[in-house]
Structures are given as C-alpha cells and as structure tokens.
C-alpha cells in the first residue's frame, strides 16, 4: 500500500500512527486491494508531475442559481488556496489568479473538472470550503474550516486538515485523511482506505474491499460490502463489518464489534468489548476485559 509521507500535499497534520496501519494492516488486503497514491501526492512542495498537462484556460469564476463556481478548467490543474484579509478567497492556478469577495467565497465551490488536479487550501484558511475533484486523480487538501471535499471519479487523495470535515471519495480507489476535529469520510466505489485520525469520526467504506481505521477518538466504522478491515483504535468505537468477510480489531477502548454477513474475524482488545459475529463461520476473541460474545448463526469459534 503506498504511504503519503511527511512534506507531501498533505502536509503535517497525517498522523504517522495512520501511515504505519494503512501500511501494515492485514498485507494480504494492502496487496490486493489497497488503494494506491497518485503520484502528485509525494511532496506539497513540488505539485508537478512528469505528465502534468496544464489548463489551456486557467480559473474561471461562473454563477449558477445564486452559486459561486470557480472551474479550474480542463487539463492537470495545480491549485492553491488563500483566504484574504477582507475574509474572501484568493485561487492561484498554474500562474493564473482569481479572488472571491467574502459573499463569493461563503457558497462558493471550487471545481477541478477534468483532468489530474492537485488543490490545496493554505493554512490560513479558516473558512469552511467546498472542493471538488471531478474526474482524474486527484489531490485535495482542506484548511481550518469546515470543509467538504468529493475526489470524483479516479484514484484520489483527500485531506480535511483541521476543522469537522466531510470527505467523500467517489468512485476508484481512495486515501482519505480525516486530520483533526470529528470528521465523516465516505469510500464510496473501488477499495479505499480510511483513516480518521483525531477526534469522533464516521468513517464508511462503501463498496469494494477497503481498510479502515479510527485511530484517536470514540468513531463509527462500517465496512459495507466487500472484505473489509476495521481497526477501531483508542476510545469506545463501534465497528460494523457489513456484508463480506470483514476483519474488524476493536484495540483500546469499550467497544462494539458486529460482524454481520459473511465469515468475519473479531477481536475486541483491551477493555469491556461486545462482539458480534452475525450470520456465517466467526472467529470471535474477546481480549483483556469483561467481554460478551454472540457467534450468532454458523459455526462459531469464541475464545477470550
């Protein structure tokens, strides 16, 4: 599984922790079908790629039904984001620039459209905003704020940074990055991986076989179809396999495990967990702690 190291686009708030397990987690799965970095993710500093092929038009701001529109444009768009001191938006695209008004700026949605796009909002954005990738792999970085970030079509990389984020990562197969405050990150199509880093998160899979791990925080992981692995991390997680044969690790914490459909291996770790196995053959192991474990239908194997 390709790892985003520290300097990439997504700069310093990955957590190390998450790189190591979206490396290390169940390596049958990191083979066979772990998502895998596009290539601009390797360093913030440097966006360009070898078959990087720049918008013939640069940003375009557009209204639709009362909307701000800023449309990067067709081609590899390598995007930056800055917040101006009158509280609006400052886009910089492949040496071309356009700036939003603080009224813009609140609805506004910034669009990659086709193409590899690479956009990445400054630190010292503390709005929320609202970015979307469109078609092509695709790097996108939030700021402070509350922002909401689609990858599209493609092989994408989406960071929320600071801020509750909503990360939704469309379809093909996806690295989504919660970063700090209490996020929701969706797979959506194709094998995904999923970390929410710090804070409560909501972390779902979709479809396909994805990984999935809460870290810091009480979080909600599901897997949805396809063979999934959960790792709850510290705090009280719940952890829901869905359909498919799931792995789900419950670590540190009170937790909940449920298995669902499908032959699912569950492990609670430390603390007073509560297992699952749901429907088909399970493996259930409590861990230190004064555990419950239901097998459910199938030929169950439960140990502590």
């Keep these: 599984m390709s790892t985003i190291k520290k300097g990439s686009p997504l700069g310093n708030g990955v957590n190390p922790l998450s790189q190591g397990k979206l490396a290390q987690a169940s390596p049958q799965k990191a083979q066979n079908s772990a998502p895998q970095a596009p290539p601009q993710s ?42 101006t001191k009158n509280g609006g938006l400052r886009i910089t695209s492949d040496g071309k620039t356009v700036t939003l008004t603080a009224q813009q700026a609140r609805n506004a949605v910034i669009r990659g459209g086709a193409g590899n796009d690479t ?31 689609k990858g599209g079509s493609g092989h994408d990389v989406l960071s929320g940074g600071k801020g509750h984020d909503t990360l939704d990562g469309g379809k093909g197969n996806d690295l989504l990055l919660g970063g700090k405050g209490n996020d929701t990150l969706m797979g959506g199509g194709g094998h995904d991986a999923l970390a929410g880093e ?107």
């Design 198 to 304: 710090q804070g409560n998160d909501t972390l779902s899979g979709g479809s396909g076989h994805d990984v999935l791990l809460g870290d810091q925080g009480n979080d909600r992981l599901s897997g949805g179809t396809g063979n999934d692995y959960l790792s709850g991390g510290t705090g009280h997680d719940r952890l829901d396999g869905g359909k498919g044969h799931d792995e789900l690790y419950g670590d540190g914490g009170n937790d909940v495990l449920k298995g669902r459909d499908g032959n699912d291996v569950l492990d609670g770790g430390s603390g007073h967990d509560r297992l699952y196995g749901g429907r088909g053959n399970d493996v259930l192991s409590g861990g230190p702690g004064h555990d419950v474990a239901n097998g459910g239908p199938g030929d169950d194997l439960i140990s502590d």
């Design 119 to 149: 956009i990445v909002a400054d630190e010292s954005v503390k709005m929320g905003l609202k970015i979307e990738g469109g078609s092509g792999d695709d790097t996108l970085v939030g700021g402070r704020g509350n922002d909401r970030i």
């Design 42 to 83: 390797q360093a913030r500093a440097h966006h360009a790629r070898d078959s990087f092929e720049p918008s013939s038009q640069g940003p375009r701001v557009l209204t639709h039904h009362g909307k701000t529109i800023v449309d990067l444009g067709s081609g590899d768009n390598n995007a930056t984001i800055h917040q």
